[in-house]
T-cell receptor, first 112, second 115 residues
Framework: DAGITQSPRHKVTETGTPVTLRCHQT?????MYWYRQDPGHGLRLIHY???????DKGEVSDGYSVSRSKTEDFLLTLESATSSQTSVYFC???????????FGPGTRLTVL | KQEVTQIPAALSVPEGENLVLNCSFT??????LQWFRQDPGKGLTSLLL?????REQTSGRLNASLDKSSGRSTLYIAASQPGDSATYLC??????????????FGAGTRLTVKP
């Protein structure tokens, strides 16, 4: 498995506060992805990156921003957290020329 | 808009039984289809990937088929074991966004194999 870590693994925060989730990979994969997983919805793509400083929106990007200043790190920021953003967030990576994504262990975020 | 549906949402079988999990998608313009396994509290692990030009893929006791024209895929698990208990998700990669590997996931089937 690709070496993917996510931090924090669990977080409880209050509505209106900013939150940043971090994804770190050791595989030098070009592509990185942020998903959220909610009951009954499967995984939905929030944002993705196709290189350092190259990012684009996914299916459910409203309320989220991302940054990638280094190959190994992809940050997901909730500028002002809302209760609807309570979810489990997964990071994934993919090497160029391949179709398989490798997933991190997830971050459980609760917004009160 | 691509919609991916998995039925049933949950399935419980006795050990040793052969079983089939179903996945359907609404738009046949897909690049590939993947089946993933998710254990509780963990991330996803890719099990099988079928390119749009292929009909099936096999890995050990797992066999996945793809009928793109009808928008269906099945995951066949032979001689099920308690260790197969997990949630199984299918995902399709959109053809027009395949360079970025934009996938649409089903909600998953939670499988329990009883000893």
């Amino acid at each position: 498995d690709a070496g993917i870590t996510q931090s924090p693994r669990h977080k409880v925060t209050e509505t209106g506060t900013p939150v940043t989730l971090r994804c770190h990979q050791t595989e030098n994969h070009r592509y990185m992805y942020w998903y959220r997983q909610d009951p009954g919805h499967g995984l939905r793509l929030i944002h993705y990156s196709y290189g350092v400083k190259d990012t684009d929106k996914g299916e459910v990007s409203d309320g989220y921003s991302v940054s990638r200043s280094k190959t190994e790190d992809f940050l997901l920021t909730l500028e002002s957290a809302t209760s609807s953003q309570t979810s489990v967030y997964f990071c994934a990576t993919r090497a160029s020329g391949t179709d398989t994504q490798y997933f991190g262990p997830g971050t459980r975020l609760t917004v009160l | 808009k691509q919609e991916v549906t998995q039925i049933p949402a949950a399935l419980s079988v006795p050990e040793g039984e052969n079983l089939v999990l179903n996945c359907s998608f609404t738009d046949s313009a897909i690049y590939n289809l993947q089946w993933f396994r998710q254990d509780p509290g963990k991330g996803l692990t890719s099990l099988l990937l079928i390119q749009s030009s292929q009909r099936e893929q096999t890995s050990g006791r797992l066999n996945a088929s793809l009928d793109k024209s009808s928008g269906r895929s099945t995951l066949y698990i032979a001689a099920s074991q308690p260790g197969d208990s997990a949630t199984y998700l299918c995902a399709v990669t959109l053809l027009d966004l395949h360079n970025n590997n934009d996938m649409r996931f089903g909600a998953g089937t939670r499988l329990t194999v009883k000893p």
